[in-house]
């Protein structure tokens, strides 16, 4: 079972990494800090996985200036730990992933005050798609508006059926912006203006059809689907996989040229370690096994 630290750590986000050291020996350990639970998973593969949960249920988790702060803090003290294999990133209750920016904040705002608050929607977003690590967004329920765009910012999406997923900022006399940028990129362009002009919601299934959820799950395997996926993950060579998540995002904003200059890079890198020597070896003894086991 999870050793769950009842501890509202306060301290720098790294510190909070370092809380609760006797429920790492029993594989589980958890920090809260203000509207953000993290429960790290030790792995049999090696490292860990932290489980991230935005915890504003009674307002769909929306994201107000207090939770963003402390969103960027947390995932960048797990940043730094090489430890970290991989996030999974969920909503808290059964109602919402994340329902967007806090209404009441945006109403609240002048062009004095806007870009800042614009800025720490972008900064929370980019903690996830910066962390060196693959992250996965467990999305169940409302994915709206900045919760979209969060879930955008994630390596991989997988959804409950009852999902659903838009960008209504339109609706409320402001444009949808920072990470809704990833969406051509996602799902076309058509479709990616669909969704910024109309304002108009879709359904899990729709979001699967456009590419824009790689699974969709019944409710009660939403967890068993996210299992599924991050296993490969967690089974490949973890310096590999952070290589590789790197070269993705620069290959997103290099020219094609300079992508390939950055793949080759990173593949000289990998041989900094003996990560590909110990697994390519152990890939040719299974080869040689079943050779053997086929000629006898």
């Not at 999305?139 to 991989?156: H, K, Q, S, V, W």
């Not at 109309?198 to 590419?211: F, S, V």
């Not at 040719?284 to 086929?294: H, W």
Request: proline fraction near 4%; include cysteine; aromatic fraction near 4%.
């Amino acid at each position: 079972m999870p050793n769950w630290s009842r501890n509202r750590l306060r301290s720098s986000a790294r510190n909070r990494l370092r809380s609760d050291r006797a429920g790492r020996k029993r594989g589980w350990w958890r920090f809260r800090a203000v509207g953000v639970l993290v429960r790290c998973e030790e792995r049999p593969e090696g490292g860990y996985l932290a489980h991230l949960t935005i915890d504003n249920a009674g307002k769909l988790n929306s994201l107000n200036r207090t939770l963003m702060t402390e969103i960027v803090e947390t995932v960048g003290g797990l940043a730094v730990d090489p430890r970290l294999r991989l996030a999974v990133l969920s909503g808290a209750g059964e109602r919402a992933f994340v329902g967007g920016a806090d209404i009441r904040e945006i109403a609240a705002l002048d062009h004095a005050s806007a870009r800042s608050f614009i800025t720490l929607v972008h900064q929370c977003c980019d903690a996830f798609r910066r962390l060196p690590v693959p992250v996965v967004a467990q999305i169940d329920g409302y994915a709206l508006g900045a919760g979209l765009e969060l879930a955008c910012a994630c390596d991989l999406r997988v959804a409950s059926e009852r999902s659903v997923f838009g960008m209504p900022e339109v609706k409320i006399g402001i444009p949808s912006v920072v990470e809704a940028a990833l969406l051509p990129g996602l799902i076309g362009q058509g479709r990616a203006r669909r969704l910024l002009l109309t304002g108009e919601t879709i359904g899990a299934g729709e979001a699967h059809a456009w590419g824009l959820v790689d699974v969709v799950a019944a409710v009660g395997g939403l967890q068993e689907a996210v299992e599924r996926l991050v296993r490969p993950i967690l089974a490949a060579g973890p310096q590999a996989i952070r290589l590789q998540k790197s070269l993705i995002l620069d290959w997103e904003e290099l020219p094609t040229a300079a992508a390939v200059e950055r793949g080759i890079d990173c593949f000289v890198s990998a041989f900094d370690s003996d990560e590909p020597a110990r697994m390519a070896g152990t890939m040719l003894a299974e080869l040689r096994s079943r050779r053997s086991t086929r000629r006898s």
